[in-house]
């Protein structure tokens, strides 16, 4: 054998072996994607059930943390309105209580100046009627 027969045979040999790995992993691909989407869908089957309860408690545990910042918030509210009422029925009953003193100072403040008024006018009236009566019985 020459040295150009040993160059072909291993370039033949080299194609060859190209053309059949070539081959084999256009024929071998398509079953490894198959065995990875198996992989994932047994993967995903098994996740899917692990993490659900979790993601349900999560939920259930949310909605009984809301209904229960809803209930102190109704709370918080009924109490603010009772604070509320009470604070304007205790505003309208001083109120009324004021004005009821103010109008009896007026009476009162009004009786006095009348008596001191009237007191002097029956004095008056007293001395007239005995200057009146003193004349009438002098003449």
């Given at each position: 054998?020459?040295?150009?027969d040993?160059?072909?045979?291993?370039?033949?040999?080299?194609?060859?072996?190209?053309?059949?790995?070539m081959?084999?992993?256009?024929?071998?691909?398509?079953v490894?994607?198959?065995?990875?989407?198996?992989?994932?869908e047994q993967?995903?089957?098994?996740?899917?059930?692990?993490?659900?309860?979790?993601?349900?408690?999560?939920?259930?545990?949310?909605?009984?943390?809301?209904?229960?910042?809803?209930?102190?918030?109704?709370?918080?509210?009924?109490e603010?309105?009772?604070?509320?009422?009470?604070?304007?029925?205790?505003?309208?009953?001083?109120?009324?209580?004021?004005?009821?003193?103010?109008?009896?100072?007026?009476?009162?403040?009004?009786?006095?100046?009348?008596?001191l008024?009237?007191?002097?006018?029956?004095?008056?009236i007293?001395?007239?009627?005995?200057?009146?009566?003193?004349?009438?019985?002098?003449?």
């Amino acid at each position: 054998m020459k040295m150009g027969d040993i160059m072909t045979t291993t370039n033949k040999g080299t194609i060859c072996g190209l053309v059949l790995g070539m081959l084999l992993l256009g024929w071998m691909s398509p079953v490894l994607a198959q065995q990875k989407t198996k992989q994932e869908e047994q993967q995903l089957q098994l996740d899917e059930p692990l993490f659900k309860p979790f993601i349900e408690r999560y939920i259930l545990d949310e909605l009984k943390q809301l209904r229960t910042d809803q209930q102190i918030l109704r709370t918080e509210m009924a109490e603010k309105v009772a604070e509320a009422k009470l604070t304007s029925s205790d505003r309208a009953m001083r109120y009324t209580a004021d004005t009821t003193n103010n109008i009896f100072y007026i009476i009162t403040a009004a009786a006095s100046i009348l008596v001191l008024v009237g007191w002097r006018s029956f004095r008056e009236i007293r001395e007239s009627v005995e200057s009146i009566t003193s004349q009438s019985s002098l003449t």
